[in-house]
């Protein structure tokens, strides 16, 4: 018994060194991005059935592991995937083709679609889910002209909505979400605030934090006079902070500063992060697990900083580059729970680790030909001792996720080749798919 209490509190790392394996791709799913919503949602239209922009807008894990919640940015369905323990229980991919084209039918089927009615801007699970209770089984989503909504991740109900009106009493929506460290508060980001409500009191009341405060009129002074003070611009993301930091959470935006630190029971600003990234526009951000860093992320700006939240006025602490200069879309990143490394995508293709001690690069591998928008560390991932060991949550490895695609403009017409260069008139060209969603198994080394 004494042996199995010390190995439960051992902490496991991503290891990338010579000796270790190149992460692999043990569950690769591309046509259910590929035509609509997948089998039971493909459309007998010729253009609509071909691979079309619908790249994903990000990987979320449950926060017991068991299921994976993904978006399309083009068809606005939240997609919940059971993934079991050991892939090797996934079923080998049928051999009846999918859609007009016959693309390969995918492992894995979503066990959930939701539809939006509208773009999604952000979504966030129940920090208190878990798959043995389906009454916390609820993720939290935001999307154009919509309120906020609580969607039950067993049956695709709508449980709960929390809207938000302007001064002149008009419905208005967020443009991030996220849930307060004991799950009892939902937050969201608006212009200039973010506002809190009970979730167990859907509707309009909440509490309101101004991230911005109004010009304040300096006396004696003529015109507008004085500065407005805090931080400017819409909330494009929030992260709630562990919950040993007693209740802050980090929310960023596309004015400048671009990033502040609040106290969650009450709004009031901690902090405020400013000159670190040069074009502002923050759109992605992740603490440290031991609560005292914070790693921002912004579009087209091609690092992603870390900061020290007890040492503000000291600035960036370093810079970690990246491949993501080049595109206004949110490209994700994620820390593993022993704190040891960062895993961030890239226009690239590339998935690159970072070693947090230093900031250093440590290994990329190539995960897809298009950009890989988003990673996530399975919530174990730092807690399993490696193929064939005791893996917490019945998980014999280590494992994390990522999603790769992005927007390709093109007309109805792409896709159909009206030349006789094949020697058949009118055959689809369909190229090779890059709207994926992947499962990565790789090595791990225990945390000295």
Known sequence: ???DDERSIRLYALDLSSRASTPTSSLTLTTEFAVNAGRAGASTSAHDSIPHDNHLK??????????LLTCGAEDNTYRVYDIPANLDDVPPASDEPIGPHGLPADRLWPALRI??????YDYAWYPGMTAND?????????????????WDAVTGASRA?????????????????????????LLAGYKNAIRAWDLSRPGRDCDVYRTLEPKRRVRGEGGGGGERVGQAGLVSCIATAPAKTNGLFAAGSYGEPGVGVYHEPTGEQALVLSGGHSRGGVTHLAWSPCGNYLYTGARRDGEILCWDVRNPDVGCVYRMRRAAEG???RVGFDVECSGRHLVSGGTDGCLRAYDLRTGEEVGAWRASVDTVSDWAFHPGSSFAPGVGGNARGG??????????GHRHFRSPADGVDSSDDDGE???AKVESPTNALQIWSFSVAEVS
């Not at 389906?134 to 609580?150: I, K």
């Not at 009106?165 to 443009?175: Q, V």
């Not at 998980?395 to 790769?404: I, K, N």
Request: net charge negative; proline share 6%.
């Open 1 to 3: 018994m004494a042996d």
């Open 58 to 67: 990000g990987a979320r894990w449950s926060p017991d592991g068991v299921c």
């Open 115 to 120: 539809k939006e009615r509208e773009s999604v």
């Open 134 to 150: 389906p009454g916390t089984c609820v993720f939290a989503s935001t999307a154009r002209a919509q309120p906020v909504h609580l």
């Open 161 to 185: 909505s929390y809207v938000a009106h302007d001064h002149l009493d008009e419905p208005i929506a967020a443009l991030s979400v996220a849930f307060a460290s004991d799950g009892t508060r």
């Open 327 to 329: 595109t206004n879309q």
């Open 395 to 404: 998980w014999t490895a280590p494992r994390g996720a990522s999603a790769s």
């Open 425 to 427: 008139d009118g055959d």
